[in-house]
């Protein structure tokens, strides 16, 4: 049964060395606060499960948390790379990553597949890139009605997903607006899921049928936070901080610079700073 607690122990119940954890959101709705929660409390050996890895898998990576990252593109939207990662791969800092590069396709097949219980999925694919020479999980095979020769991944079935989204009713039904991405299909493909919240409304009555609902039981834990996403957006909360993902590539880019910027910025923070951070941010929404 989904519970409302606060993040810090939404985190801590749901979270555990050694997991494979997706923090997804596609450029909107990005999970930020959880990811700084779960920096806070140091979790380590973790294999990040992400779309589009941006900054707060470069803070992770940085602080040392994860093992291994499952992506389909790595890098610092509309800015550059990813220092902190790239960092660890090519230098070990501050500690070697195993690294599993997928296509966008791939990716978002291979969640559909876990949501749906299916060890694997099947699609058109990777024809003529050359990932499947270095990504032994990529695989092909003979449709047996026609012959053609598919492409398959393993489905990806995280121990827990976080995901922000703007509503929950106080049922503990979320509703999810605006880009979607793949959030829906990582929380459905989860053992266990963590959503934070722009707000909780008493109920979604008044909305049209066909938005995007993930019904309470397939939620663990609640957790209002508003502002929860910044420096990604909310639609119809606040906008995009643009400025934040220019200034992280300076911040990045220099391995003390950062751990100075993370004990300030999210180490000595806590969830209840994020509403402040997009006040500046809301007009625009």
Known sequence: ???????????????????????????????TAAAHE??????????LIRMTPDLIYDQMIGMGMAKKIVFSYVGNPGVGLLRRARDAIENGFPRSIEV??????????????????????????????????????????????????????????PDVTFIHAQKADRRGNVLVEGIIGIQKEAVLAAKRAVVTVEEVVDNFDDL???????????????????????????????????AAYLEWDEIAADREGFQAWMQVNVLEKSADDFAARVEHLRKAA
């Open 1 to 31: 049964m989904v519970k409302f607690l606060p993040l810090n122990q939404a985190v801590a119940e749901n979270l555990n060395d050694g997991d494979a954890v997706a923090f997804e959101g596609f450029t909107h709705l990005i999970p």
């Open 38 to 47: 779960a920096i806070r409390q140091g979790f380590r050996d973790l294999t």
């Open 100 to 157: 599993e590069e997928h296509s966008h396709a791939g990716m978002a097949n291979a969640y559909e597949a876990g949501a749906a219980g299916l060890p694997c999925a099947v699609f058109r694919g990777y024809r003529g890139a050359g990932l499947a020479t270095v990504n032994p999980n990529i695989k092909t095979i003979s449709c047996p009605f026609t012959g053609e020769v598919l492409a398959a991944v393993p489905s990806i079935r």
């Open 208 to 242: 049209h049928p066909n938005l995007t609902v993930l019904p309470r039981w397939t939620i663990a834990a609640i957790s209002v936070v508003p502002g929860g996403s910044h420096p990604s957006y909310a639609h119809g909360y606040y906008a995009r901080d643009n």
